[in-house]
């Protein structure tokens, strides 16, 4: 198999939407299910509401767990300023087993700013897995799974028409044969892997839209249409005005189909009847819309013409479906060209599976993304044996134990260190203003200490000019000023140079006398100054005291503290070791994160190679069967039985086949030549061929009534 002249589909590509293929080289015909046995519908059916019991309601307590712990650690995180609602399958009824969380966060003031970071942050500080934020979808989404409970969460902000839409649906949930038959719906879309509208195939609330134009197209209609005699309710989000009322009251069904031949009249129309080329699903309308009058007529390349790379323009309108409360809103608008024909390839694929007569089962056998064409995940782990992969995963898994363990231990220090960081700041608090006062004495007795300096100095210059005490100074004054006063004794005179001399004596002595008052005052200061320095110093010491007892306190009342040097250098030191210390959680965060995953894909590996295994082994057993059974030599039962009544001796093997067909009893009943039994293979109905987009037109359609 090389290129398809004819569709241009590649070998690989004719693989994969195999039964797309074959209906579009025009040669085989759609198979018709209405000619399908009762009694496989009966069974089919049987078959649907068992799994129905299985993964049909969806674990809600669990689902209620984890959307409280949520909303307890957003409300943490972004101080009570939102409001947490879920909404989607949780809220309709629709939900499986398999389904996902839908939580819409609403800022009850304003809205952080990067908002989706903080959120994803958090979730990864919460240890939960595979964290993806779209922040710039017109919802912005952050998608992530829950270790615990293994759920998959999407958080949307904001999303306000989701919460009504929801309340609508719920109301289609009150008939129960339409519940079941979405969640079947769901179920095959979800195993088929054509329900992820981040992958390029329809939402399951598109799949659900789905199943609910059908339910009101069938004759009798199982839903109603539940925008028609309602109570408008119009509301504005982001700036349009949309109806979101609906008519909630309860609905009673004339239609009486089984949960089966729902499902089977759904498959028929949406893959050969359909024609999506004109019709748009709407289930506001209650039956579909034309794309000429909705304006959503299909532009750009059909899907298989940009897969096969004949076109590589924008699809428009590829499968219209309207979203019933914003009706501009288009639900195929994600659907990417390899979404449509996996889409149409499931569609092909469950009728001519349904025509064969194969179980639901086999229906929705899971998809296993097929990576080995793509990205080869499991390269390394291909020429590993059993044991070395059980090796590797055990190294891992003590691995992740021990990275458990390691972030344990550093919490728990975290929380340690973050209490001490808290008591030393409220212990330097409660000395603050025992240091303020410190800090005012300080700079008192540093001034002090420079007028004392600065006096001494002054003290000293002077001392060294004179060269008597102040007493003396005093006394050789007095004398000196009586002898230039006492009444002249004509035969003692001094000579005149002997008087001019005591003058400047005199003088120098007097200006002395000046000096060293000044120096004797200068001398009082400083002794003043002393004293005071001395008192300052000893309030200093007291202060100190004071703060040593409150932070001994302390310590002594939190033996948290014991050993830590009670100052606020210690306290940086502290604060700077916490950083340092959440900078290793983080590391140890991502290293758990990255072996969960590693953990994921080697368990993953071990499955699919299990699995390999055990179907070489089935295959094996099988040859030697069949290898077992033609040893036989062939027996024709209707010699055996002519043998038998003519009394005739028969081989063991004879007697064995005998008994196998009926025994003594079925003596003279010959078997005819050809197998009458019914074969369960539907006819083919020549008239109805497949019309798909990829092939463009042919055949009978379903058209607008
Ligand atoms: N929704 C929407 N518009 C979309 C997709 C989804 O309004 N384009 C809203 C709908 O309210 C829907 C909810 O988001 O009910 C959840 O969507 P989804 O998870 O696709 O549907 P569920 O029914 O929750 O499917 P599942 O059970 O698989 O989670
Ligand atoms: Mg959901």
């Not at 800022?107 to 500080?125: A, G, H, Q, W, Y």
């Not at 790379?309 to 501009?328: C, L, S």
């Not at 550093?410 to 330097?428: A, H, R, S, V």
């Not at 055990?614 to 030599?633: A, G, V």
Request: proline fraction near 3%; include cysteine; charge should be neutral.
């Amino acid at each position: 198999m090389s290129v398809c002249t004819k569709t241009g589909l590649s070998k690989d590509q004719q693989e994969r939407w195999s039964y797309l293929y074959s209906y579009m080289d025009g040669e085989i015909d759609a198979p018709d299910l209405s000619s399908l046995e009762n009694q496989y519908i009966e069974q089919l059916d049987a078959e649907l509401i068992t799994l129905l019991n299985q993964v049909g309601g969806g674990d809600s307590k669990t689902r209620d767990r984890l959307a409280s712990r949520l909303e307890k650690i957003l409300s943490r995180r972004f101080n009570n300023n939102v409001t947490v609602e879920t909404f989607g399958s949780s809220k309709t009824g629709f939900s499986l087993n398999s389904g996902d969380l839908d939580i819409c966060l609403s800022f009850n003031k304003k809205t952080p700013s990067r908002v989706m970071d903080k959120i994803s942050r958090l979730l990864f500080e919460e240890g939960m897995n595979d964290i993806r934020s779209i922040p710039n979808a017109s919802v912005p989404i952050v998608k992530f799974s829950d270790p615990r409970s293994g759920l998959d969460v999407d958080i949307s902000l904001d999303n306000r028409l989701a919460i009504y839409n929801s309340d609508m649906l719920k109301s289609y949930a009150q008939e129960h044969r339409l519940q079941q038959f979405v969640q079947m719906v769901k179920y095959w879309a979800s195993r088929r892997d054509i329900n992820d509208a981040f992958k390029g195939t329809l939402s399951s609330y598109a799949w659900t839209l789905l199943a609910i134009q059908h339910a009101q197209m069938i004759q009798p209609p199982l839903a109603p249409n539940r925008q028609i005699d309602f109570q408008s309710k119009p509301v504005s989000f982001q700036g349009t005005m949309y109806d979101v009322g609906f008519n909630n009251d309860e609905f009673k069904t004339k239609n009486k189909q089984s949960l089966a031949s729902l499902l089977l009249s759904f498959f028929d129309r949406y893959a050969t009847r359909w024609d999506w080329e004109s019709m748009v699903v709407s289930i506001r309308n209650g039956q579909p819309l034309s794309t000429r009058e909705k304006k959503w007529e299909h532009k750009g390349p059909l899907p298989l013409e940009v897969v096969t790379g004949a076109d590589k323009g924008k699809m428009e309108h590829i499968m219209p479906i309207e979203d019933p409360f914003n009706h501009e809103h288009d639900l195929s608008r994600v659907v990417r060209a390899e979404g449509a024909m996996s889409i149409q390839n499931e569609f092909m694929r469950a009728i001519e599976m349904f025509s064969e007569g194969k179980t639901w089962e086999e229906i929705c056998e899971k998809v296993v993304e097929d990576k080995s064409k793509t990205e080869d995940i499991f390269q390394d782990l291909r020429q590993l044996s059993p044991d070395e992969i059980n090796t590797r995963l055990d190294e891992k898994r003590n691995q992740l134990e021990e990275v458990m363990e390691l972030i344990s231990q550093l919490l728990e220090e975290k929380e340690i260190m973050n209490d001490i960081i808290e008591l030393l700041t409220d212990g330097f608090k409660e000395t603050n203003s025992l240091r303020a006062e410190e800090k005012k004495i300080f700079s008192e007795l540093e001034t002090l200490n420079v007028e004392i300096r600065e006096l001494k100095n002054k003290r000293e210059e002077t001392d060294a000019r004179i060269v008597l005490p102040t007493n003396r100074i005093r006394q050789e004054l007095e004398k000196i000023f009586l002898l230039l006063t006492q009444e002249t004794d004509v035969f003692d005179m001094q000579t005149l140079y002997q008087e001019k001399k005591s003058f400047s004596y005199f003088f120098e002595l007097q200006e002395m006398y000046k000096q060293s008052r000044d120096s004797d005052k200068a001398n009082k200061k400083h002794i003043k100054l002393r004293r005071k320095h001395f008192a300052e110093y000893t309030s200093l010491k007291e202060i100190k005291g004071v703060k040593n007892d409150i932070l001994q306190d302390l310590i002594q009342s939190h033996p948290d503290l014991e050993g830590i040097e009670p100052h606020p250098g210690s306290l940086r030191e502290y604060k700077r070791n916490a950083k340092k210390l959440q900078n290793s959680i983080n590391k140890q965060f991502n290293r758990k994160f990255e072996l969960r995953r590693e953990i994921k894909r080697v368990e993953g590996w071990q499955r699919i190679s299990s699995r390999k295994q055990n179907n070489l082994n089935r295959r094996e057993e099988t040859r030697n069967q069949r290898s077992r059974t033609t040893q036989k030599p062939e027996v024709n039962i209707n010699e055996v039985r002519q043998k038998a009544s003519s009394g005739d001796s028969i081989s063991l093997n004879e007697l064995d086949a005998l008994l196998a067909k009926g025994g003594i009893a079925s003596i003279g009943n010959n078997e005819p030549k050809a197998s009458q039994q019914k074969q369960r293979q539907s006819k083919k109905r020549p008239s109805r061929r497949i019309d798909i987009r990829q092939g463009r037109t042919r055949g009978r359609k379903e058209t607008r009534k």
